[in-house]
């Protein structure tokens, strides 16, 4: 049980970027379409977020991806169904080259990272013990 | 922070920080209540205790299995017979609850001689079954009997039993949430891993935080059979005791519920490495996502999108009628805590639904923020609303809906909103395909019920028309869609029939050629 | 031949038939107007008894939680009590009575809710609810002793005993009706009004089935109210219909007032009920109108219908609150039914002498078992594994598997009756209540023999 006074401090958002709108509308299906950023503790939701966007770079920019293990799989199906997703529903992604698609995500998952786990109000991220 | 202070609660003014209005451009690092804190007393809150939590909602979904609590009988009889969660087996686990009946003088000298003759008694009643539950209540933690050598005492004794214990009194923690993690850790730590199972399939998952709520979980597993994939174990609605032994055996954690069931895949990822895949079982477009993705997980995609096409074809005219029919109708979501997340998108999306609120009974801050994520501007999210809150938010949302628990669905009949069981469900399985038309079904009769437009008409001072015998539900609800909808040839209203699910108990699956014997 | 009473010889319970003493309490509390309990414990004692009140009623009643955790149980959670009692006040202005309800758990850890209550009258209710009339009582109603039926026993009593003066005796008497539906208590003023006594009934539920209005005003709740409580104190008599919910509270008005008792008998059935408008007639010296002749006249008609050609031989078990099983098992008797097995969910030490049963061990010419402390499981194992036959089942709704799987006829009685649509609204008492249950046990028997295809054509002609 968590007290009720404990207070986390809070990281400010990153910089606004040019491409914040672009960032904005990936960053709005993420959260209405997938549950995979919202694991209870921050070490996961830092390598849920790590790893998973990784993957979606790779996938974007047509780069090999690692699915030598288990985990790498499961990374790689929840990114295969943002990709698929992101194609077909933001037009313009299909367009950017591979430098413009890695700042994207990169800025993506800053923004997400700050949402999700700097930013986040969710007390009970910091929990030693699931 | 856009927090919202309600009348009623201005004499607890801590209840401010447990209620945000998501106001526009704000994100979930703007808007979030506090939750999963001690509630407080007199409040008149919905919660339940950590006994229910772990017994009631997650234990005794397990079907072949004696689930006895230690205590007086008053836990066990409240707990009985108040859920929805069938099992294959002719639904034992629904049918049969023991209670080792503490009475004072078991209270004076102790109660573990009790609880061993009891334990005894129900195994001779039911010589059928191997396998108990033993679930620790307030007064039995208070007398501090120590139940785990009891069990041990009777498993040396008699070695063909199998008893699980589980230490999660009433008081032990803010709600009922505190009983699921409770005995999500318990069983990953006694169970867990003493029982080799036997593989039958390359593709082996467990199913977690499912319940089978009115069939919730064989609607899913029959997916998962027609795509080859062997269940090992569900934890726990229709799942079986031995089956959740073995959980460290299989090669994804398919998680539900991530509410009351993401303790134990966390743990499994940690101690067996196997990842956690967090899915959606309602709704066309999520389920047929979360197929898919399992599907790719094994690399048999395209058996996953054989049964998506087949599915949707099947289904998607029948959803549409009602969503053409549902479009901006007002929605208060109150269920537990994971429906809010599961539905509260999903149900705008493909229902046309307007979300106006979404509430948690023993949620915590991360249910909330996935619900805040997924619902739009202007939401109303409240932890824990008490009974007062309840009734203003209805007040100033005023919902054509509420899906909520049975108790408070009568409190909402009173002020003439319509409720549809979130726990229970009216007339489900809610997942599936099939099922999802179920649940729109369901909401389209309880908002244009014929009776429920009377019950809004004064006799005394209304214009009562006198030449109108009836109204139907399509009278209510079609004055306003074009003809082109109201004609249409395509959509259609549900046809399925009442009991969606037994069928599927005698259904014959196809056998896949394992990859091994393929490759020979 | 003969009628024996027994003790359950398992420790354990398979399947309840009765939850624990503070639904009972809970039960009482919902009766009072302006009245909402708090229950001391952990929150599931709350929520879900109201769930199984709203459950059999289909409606919302309010109670509280002190919603004892953790630390409340290691270190004592007095203080939960202050602090819900000043929130529930503070948010609900209307409120004036509150029961203090305790646990299993609030008694081990030894809260000394009585004072509490004292605190709490000399401190907050002065400091910040001076104007107001508030009524903290305290009721010790732990799980682990007795069972729902003397939780609502203490309660009733804890209740009257607060409330009762003796300031201006009147013709009224108290009719405790003990726990019952709104249909009883409607049959029981109906009777009252026809002998033209005027009665204080504990509790008026009646108004437990409550409209939607357009406005959306309406809330279920009792309506005993103070005063009525008070005036419990200036009966000419009380009337306990129950001896098991109620009696104690008849026998604090006799002691402290020397106001008589009369308990019982649950008037279940014709000859009941006669006796109950003796007893009425008796004490008050008013007589029994020809209304009442003519309409236990119209029960007797009834009943004649059914008795011989359908009811005689039929064998039944019953199951349930002990006042509601005898007098069912009574009624049974006079239409020619065999109650073969009569199960008492709790282990008061009183039924074996209780003169019904007494009467019964007496008279009953066929073998009959009456078991106290009794589960569910008595009767399922006595039909699984001992060759016990039986036509007929009356109980409520928690043993229904036992009738849907071994394909019994049941007819849903007593509290709850979750399975059943509105069977709170009728009653089980009076003449009214006779022709309800013998009815409905003959259309339960006939509806059985049409699904097994058992004769049904005997009902051809009728």
């Known amino acids: 049980m968590k007290a009720a006074t404990t207070k986390k401090e809070r990281v400010a958002p990153p910089p606004a970027t040019p491409m914040d709108d672009k960032v904005e509308e990936l960053i709005d299906f993420i959260m209405k379409h997938c549950l995979w950023q919202f694991h209870s503790r921050n070490w996961d939701r830092e390598r849920q977020n790590e790893e998973i966007l990784k993957k979606t770079k790779q996938l974007l920019c047509g780069e090999p991806v690692d699915l030598s293990t288990p985990s790498d799989r499961c990374y790689w199906v929840d990114a295969v169904s943002l990709v698929d997703a992101y194609r077909e529903r933001y037009t313009w992604i299909n367009a950017m080259s591979k430098d413009e698609l890695a700042q994207l995500i990169d800025t993506l998952k800053a923004r997400l990272d700050y949402l999700t786990i700097s930013g986040s109000l969710n007390e009970e991220l910091s929990d030693k013990n699931y | ?520 | 031949m003969s009628c024996e009473i027994k003790e359950k010889d398992r420790v354990g319970t398979v399947n309840p038939i009765f939850t624990c003493q503070p639904a009972g309490a809970q039960f009482v509390s919902i009766g009072i107007k302006d009245c909402i309990g708090i229950v001391h414990g952990g929150q599931g004692c709350v929520m879900f008894v109201r769930l199984i009140f709203s459950q059999h009623f289909k409606e919302s009643f309010e109670l509280a939680s002190s919603s004892l955790h953790e630390d409340g149980a290691v270190f004592g959670a007095c203080g939960r009590v202050e602090e819900a009692v000043d929130v529930l006040l503070s948010r609900y202005p209307d409120v004036k009575v509150v029961p203090i309800i305790t646990t299993c758990s609030t008694e081990i850890i030894g809260d000394d809710v009585d004072g509490v209550i004292k605190k709490l009258n000399e401190g907050l209710l002065k400091e910040k609810f001076a104007d107001r009339e508030v009524h903290l009582i305290a009721m010790h109603t732990p799980s682990f002793v007795g069972s729902m039926i003397s939780g609502y026993d203490v309660a009733v009593r804890d209740v009257v005993r607060h409330f009762a003066k003796r300031e201006n005796p009147n013709d009224k008497i108290n009719l405790l009706t003990g726990w019952v539906n709104p249909g009883d208590v409607k049959e029981l003023k109906h009777l009252l009004a026809e002998m033209d006594i005027e009665a204080n009934v504990l509790f008026e539920i009646e108004s437990f089935d409550s409209p939607v209005l357009p406005d959306g005003s309406a809330v279920s709740h009792g309506n005993t109210t103070i005063e009525d409580l008070v005036d419990t104190g200036n009966a000419l008599a009380t009337f306990a219909l129950n001896r098991y919910e109620g009696n104690k509270a008849a026998e604090f008005l006799q002691k402290k007032f020397e106001i008589p008792a009369v308990v019982g008998p649950t008037p279940i059935g014709i000859r009941n009920t006669d006796s109950f408008l003796q007893n009425l007639r008796k004490v008050t010296g008013k007589p029994i109108p020809q209304s009442l002749v003519r309409e236990r006249g119209v029960a007797l008609d009834a009943l004649a219908d059914l008795t011989h050609m359908f009811l005689a031989e039929k064998r039944v078990a019953i199951y349930g609150a002990p006042d509601l099983v005898i007098g069912l098992a009574e009624f049974c008797l006079d239409l020619e039914m065999k109650p073969v097995l009569l199960l008492l969910g709790d282990d008061n030490s009183k039924y074996p002498n209780d003169p019904r049963v007494v009467a019964l061990k007496e008279n009953v010419d066929y073998d009959m078992e009456i078991v106290m402390n009794a589960d569910f499981w008595e009767l399922e194992n006595r039909i699984k594994n001992e060759g016990l036959e039986l036509d007929l089942i009356l109980g409520h709704s928690k043993g229904r598997f036992i009738s849907i799987d071994y394909n019994i006829p049941m007819l849903r009685v007593g509290f709850p009756t979750y399975d059943r649509a509105g069977l709170y609204r009728y009653p089980t008492v009076g003449y009214g209540g006779a022709i309800w249950l013998a009815e409905q046990m003959a259309n339960t028997l006939f509806a059985d023999m049409e699904h097994k295809k058992n004769k049904e054509w005997l009902l051809n002609v009728w």
């Open chain 2, 1 to 520: 922070m856009p927090h919202h202070e309600f009348e009623s609660s201005k004499v607890i003014p801590e209840r401010k920080q447990h209620v945000v209005i998501k106001g526009k451009g704000e994100t979930i690092a703007d808007a979030l209540p506090q939750g999963y804190l001690n509630t407080i007393p007199g409040s008149i809150s919905e919660r339940g205790c950590a006994y229910c939590g772990a017994k009631h909602v997650i234990g005794s979904p397990m079907k072949d299995v004696i689930h006895i609590s230690h205590g007086p009988v008053g836990c066990t009889y409240d707990t009985w017979q108040t859920k929805r969660y069938i099992s294959d087996n002719d639904n034992f686990q629904l049918k049969y609850t023991y209670a080792t009946d503490v009475k004072e003088k078991h209270i004076v000298f102790g109660a573990e001689k009790l609880l061993k003759q009891n334990i005894i008694e129900a195994f001779k009643a039911f010589p059928q079954i191997k396998r108990m539950s033993i679930y620790q209540t307030c007064a039995t933690a208070l007398i501090g009997d120590d139940i785990n050598a009891i069990a041990e005492e009777v498993m040396e004794e008699m070695p063909e039993v199998d008893i699980f214990v589980c230490n999660s009194p009433g008081f032990a923690g803010p709600s009922q949430s505190g009983g699921h993690h409770k005995i999500n850790i318990a069983w990953i730590n006694q169970k867990v891993g003493n029982l080799e199972p036997e593989i039958t399939s390359d593709y082996v998952i467990n199913y977690v935080g499912e319940y089978n709520i009115q069939g919730d979980q064989e609607v899913m597993v029959d997916y998962f059979k027609r795509m080859g994939i062997q269940v090992l174990s569900t934890f726990t609605g229709n799942g079986s005791y031995d089956g959740l032994r073995a959980m460290h055996r299989a090669h994804l954690n398919v998680l539900e519920c991530a509410r009351s069931a993401e303790y134990i895949c966390n743990e499994l990822r940690v101690r067996y490495g196997i990842p956690r895949l967090d899915i959606d079982g309602f709704g066309f477009e999520p389920l047929a996502d979360s197929l898919r993705k399992i599907g790719m997980f094994f690399g048999i995609e395209e058996r996953a999108k054989a049964i998506i096409d087949v599915e949707v074809a099947r289904w998607k005219p029948e959803l549409d009628w009602y969503k053409e029919r549902l479009m901006g109708k007002k929605v208060c979501l109150w269920p537990g805590g994971s429906k809010l997340w599961h539905w509260a998108h999903v149900i705008e999306q493909e229902m046309g639904l307007k979300v106006v609120s979404v509430y948690t009974k023993f949620g915590h801050q991360g249910d909330m923020e996935k619900g805040i994520a997924r619902c739009g501007e202007g939401t109303l999210a409240i932890d824990d609303p008490n009974e007062l809150e309840g009734l203003e938010a209805l007040e100033m949302l005023k919902p054509d809906i509420i899906l909520t628990g049975k108790r408070p669905g009568e409190v909402a009949k009173k002020v003439r909103v319509p409720y549809l069981n979130a726990h229970a469900y009216h007339n489900g399985p809610y997942k599936g395909f099939e099922g999802w038309v179920r649940f729109a079904r369901d909401i389209y009769n309880a908002i244009y019920s014929p009776i429920h437009q009377l019950s809004g008409i004064d006799i005394s001072k209304d214009e009562v028309p006198t030449d109108s015998g009836f109204l139907t539900r399509q009278m209510l609800s079609d004055g306003n869609l074009s003809e082109e909808v109201r004609n249409s040839e395509t959509l259609r209203q549900y046809t399925g029939n009442y009991d969606s699910v037994s069928h599927l108990r005698e259904k014959e699956y196809p056998t896949f050629e394992p990859k091994a014997a393929a490759g020979a």
